[in-house]
């Protein structure tokens, strides 16, 4: 059921995401850009605050919402990104050439995901599944007084 979160977001790869700018919460919409596994790949501008804000406090979460479903992540960031992988990224990714003139401009960085929570509200009771990947457990529950367990 994991790799139904997975494939969920390869699908629907603009994502909410969500930093910290000191004990604030700061969301923008970002596109994951490569998947390779749990690691979900992005690039920014050296820049930009957001930037500033990963170098600060790599804690992050995403979320991803379409038709009645949604896949939220968490984890941290890394900026140990090999060059290949961000010259794919770069190379494959059809607005960043209109934008930064080489793939050299950009930051690059990886999501290593911890925790996964998925949610599907379509089907009677909908389901709910969350997936700690540090200590490798999976919890289901449902939404709703009436549905609790």
Same mark, same amino acid.
């Given at each position: ?39 979900? @790949? !992005?690039?920014?501008?050296?820049? =930009?605050?957001? #930037?500033?804000? &990963?170098?600060?406090? $790599?804690? *992050? ?46 930051? @690059? !960085?990886?999501?290593?995901?911890? =925790?996964?929570? #998925?949610?599907? &509200?379509?089907?009677? $009771?909908? *389901? ?22």
């Amino acid at each position: 059921m994991l790799q139904k979160a997975l494939d969920f977001l390869k699908e629907h790869y603009e994502v909410a995401f969500a930093t910290c700018e000191g004990n604030l919460p700061k969301v923008r919409v970002f596109q994951i850009m490569k998947h390779d596994g749990t690691a979900l @790949y !992005f690039a920014t501008s050296a820049k =930009k605050d957001v #930037y500033k804000e &990963l170098k600060a406090n $790599p804690n *992050v979460e995403i979320l991803s919402v379409a038709d009645k479903v949604s896949v939220r992540g968490a984890g941290k960031v890394f900026f140990d990104v090999a060059d290949e992988v961000k010259q794919w990224i770069y190379n494959n990714n059809p607005v960043l050439p209109r934008l930064y003139t080489s793939y050299e401009k950009l930051e @690059y !960085f990886c999501l290593r995901l911890s =925790k996964v929570d #998925y949610y599907d &509200l379509n089907p009677t $009771p909908p *389901v709910l599944l969350h997936f700690d990947l540090e200590n490798e457990t999976v919890a289901e529950g449902f939404v709703g007084e009436r549905f609790e367990k």
